[in-house]
Structure formats: C-alpha cells, structure tokens
Nanobody
C-alpha cells in the first residue's frame, strides 16, 4: 500500500523559508515521479512542482520558479520541497502525491496522496 506523509509545514514570516518533506513508506519512492500540490479551501487543487524518477527532470509552476526547489534523497526515501521568499499567497495546505509513473504529468488527479501539511505565512 502506498503511503505518503508530509511534514515540515508551519508558521513563517513573509520572506522566510520552509522545507517540506515527503517520506514514503510501504513502497519504493525512488522509482517514481513525485509531485507537490497545494489547495486553498474552496478552490481547485494547484499543481506546484514535480520530480521525475531519474531526478534529472524537475518541473515548477511558472510563478514559483526561482523560489521553490524540489529534490529527492533516495537514501532517505524522501522528496523535499524547499520554499524560499514565502509570500502570504503561498499560505495553504501542501500535499505530495504520485501515480506511480516514472515521469511527471500535468494532472492534479493522482491516486495516492498524503494528508497534507499546513503552511502559514504571516507576520
């Protein structure tokens, strides 16, 4: 059974940084593309970033390029999302997810999701 458990969210001031973690249990995370998403209550889920199985290909929402960085530590079976220069507009719940494919897609409809981690950006 695929299980993803996000962590690393919290309260940060505008301009601050957070690193979200998405460790995997019960499946070999290093074999699959993993994506990060976010969703404001009442709005559509938003695609944020994705890393391919090979780790050589990463994708970002255009408006987040330069501030967010996705990476993978295969020894720890964990995918990270480093978020810098955080803005109030970044405040929401962040999720990692996978469809157990090698490559990233543009869809937000994936079968396996974590429970989410809350990011709050406020002074």
């Amino acid at each position: 059974q695929v299980q993803l458990v996000e962590s690393g969210g919290g309260l940060v001031q505008p301009g601050g940084s957070l690193r979200l973690s998405c460790p995997a249990s019960r499946f070999t995370l290093e074999y699959y593309a993993i994506g990060w998403f976010r969703q404001v209550p009442g709005k559509d889920r938003e695609w944020v970033s994705c890393i391919s199985r090979s780790d050589t290909i990463t994708y970002y929402k255009n408006s987040l390029k330069g501030r967010f960085t996705i990476s993978r530590d295969k020894s720890k079976k964990t995918v990270y999302l480093q978020m810098n220069s955080l803005e109030p507009a970044d405040m929401t719940v962040y999720y990692c997810a996978t469809d157990l494919r090698n490559t990233c897609g543009a869809t937000t409809e994936l079968p396996y999701w974590g429970q989410g981690t809350q990011v709050t950006v406020s002074s």
